[in-house]
């Protein structure tokens, strides 16, 4: 079921092109330490009622070279919570280290974000946290590979056009 969810998230995406950054807020990351948001009320692992499906597609923006876009997209959880926080990390324990960068609060009714301009090539794991009156409930970690964008534009195949 989440496969099928992922490919038309990704055919969707794939026929949505730029307008996507303008479809999902920006994750506007912060490094969580030293904030008042490190400080949260973190649920363990596996407590259930968090975001579920999480789902991603990347593509390269046309109007900027080198330059991606990642969509993130989850089902919400069982509990609604009154708020939600999105988590990315390049490294696979950077949760457990505190290693990781996070978005500010959003709204409980946001269920996908886009992360532009990712390093290239790069594995990052994310997940999303759902405040409660009991706590933050995360997600589980899913990962997502950023794209890599040729830098002079889109990439043709000549050997159609040589005689």
Known sequence: MSRQIALAFGCWLLFAGAAISQLYPPVEAFTPAGSEETSIALLPAGTPGGASELAYASHCLDTSPRQGLVALEWSPGERLGTARRIDVTKLHEGFATGRF??????????????????????????????????????????RFEAPVCPSDGPVFDRSETEE
Do not use: H, M, N
């Open 101 to 142: 960068d996070a978005t500010r609060k959003l709204a409980a009714d946001v269920r996908a974000v886009s992360l532009q301009d990712p390093e290239p090539g790069i594995y990052y794991y994310w997940r999303v946290l759902e405040e409660t009156p009991a706590g933050w409930i995360s997600s589980p970690v899913a």
